[in-house]
């Protein structure tokens, strides 16, 4: 399923404008990456886009996160969104920044199902030109010049947009060069504490 995701994503993806081939040729020597909050207060895993395997800015070197329980996404059959241990979880700010760009999609897909563009996203920028976007997102709760903080609740996760089931899509760019995503450990540490103290 992740596999057949993967491949559907990318052909959906043809039709956006790449990176040029002059942006890539500038490129640095090494791969930048860039501390970010988690984006959940709760365990999560991620599946990265690794370096070539999409040229779209904000997909390539991006990330598609879900949340785990013993191995799997979802607690049934995953034929409704509510199966899946993400849906509806409240989304974090990946760190201080202004809102700069808010798109709102209500077209909830269903799993297995591909969406149209666009997903419910926010832009975030960084006062040093950072840019995170957060994808497949419902409930926003900012608007384009917002200032936010980061761990701040934003939004909710969803499934719309290029989509097949709940999930956030994160990526990161500095001009035409994408960043990879670095997770700060520290915060997560302290959001695992908050909720292994919180009552169940």
């Known amino acids: 399923m992740i596999l057949r995701r993967t491949v ?39 599946r990265e886009h690794f370096e070539g395997q999409l040229e779209y800015l904000f997909d390539a070197l991006g990330t598609d996160c879900v949340i785990l329980v013993n191995g799997r996404e979802y607690r049934t059959d995953g034929k409704t969104n509510e199966d899946y241990y993400i849906w509806g979880r409240e989304v974090l700010a990946p760190f ?10 209500e077209i909830i897909n269903e799993p297995g199902v591909l969406g149209k563009s666009p997903p ?17 997102l419902d409930s926003i709760r900012v608007a384009v010049g917002d200032t936010v903080r980061a761990g701040q609740p934003v939004a909710s996760v ?27 450990l520290r915060a997560m540490g302290e ?5 292994e103290a919180s009552p169940r």
């Open 158 to 184: 969803s499934n719309n947009g290029m989509s097949r089931a709940p999930h956030v899509h994160i990526g990161a760019r500095r001009g035409p060069h994408p960043l990879q995503i670095r997770w700060d």
């Open 96 to 105: 201080d920044a202004v809102v700069t760009r808010v798109m709102q999609n």
């Open 120 to 136: 419910g996203l926010i832009l975030f920028r960084r006062a040093d030109s950072v840019d995170v976007m957060y994808a497949h």
């Open 8 to 46: 559907l994503l990318i052909v959906a993806l043809a039709m956006l404008p790449k990176v040029s081939r002059a942006q890539r040729a500038e490129r640095p020597a090494e791969i930048e990456a860039v501390l970010v909050h988690p984006f959940m207060a709760r365990p999560f895993v991620c």
């Open 191 to 195: 959001l695992m504490r908050q909720l």
